[in-house]
């Protein structure tokens, strides 16, 4: 829906070096060294220990790193949104996902993103379904 076949491409492999064994020169033998770039953007990177430290990065990185970083990084905070929504609505415990933090961190992401700029369509959907976590957060 967003972005060009590179940004496409990132999206799909976005979690590949974050969450398996592979690694981003393999990424770039077969996919390039644009793609292996725009991976590695908007990755975590593993030599941060620190939780908050390693999110702060990754955010700054993604942020920083061109216009499909930014579209991959606006979607993917979109799915997390989504799935912790998902899965609140199944009555699932989420006490070690720390839903409050994350749901303060997402709408920080959104607010920094609409200052760097994404599509707006994308940004109102970020902004539904953030308030939409909230409301089912509130919910006793």
Known sequence: RYGDEVSV????LHDTVEKTEV????VEGVFGPEIRELVVSVSDDPSIT????RRHEHRSRALSSGE???LIYACDRLDGIRQMSAMLDRGEDLT???VGRR???WRQDIGLLA???IPSALLVDLEREIDRLDRIIATP
């Open 50 to 53: 620190d939780g908050a430290e």
């Open 9 to 12: 491409c990132g999206a799909y």
């Open 103 to 105: 749901a303060a961190s």
């Open 23 to 26: 690694t981003a020169d393999e």
């Open 68 to 70: 499909s970083a930014r």
């Open 96 to 98: 070690e996902f720390e």
């Open 115 to 117: 200052e760097a700029g």
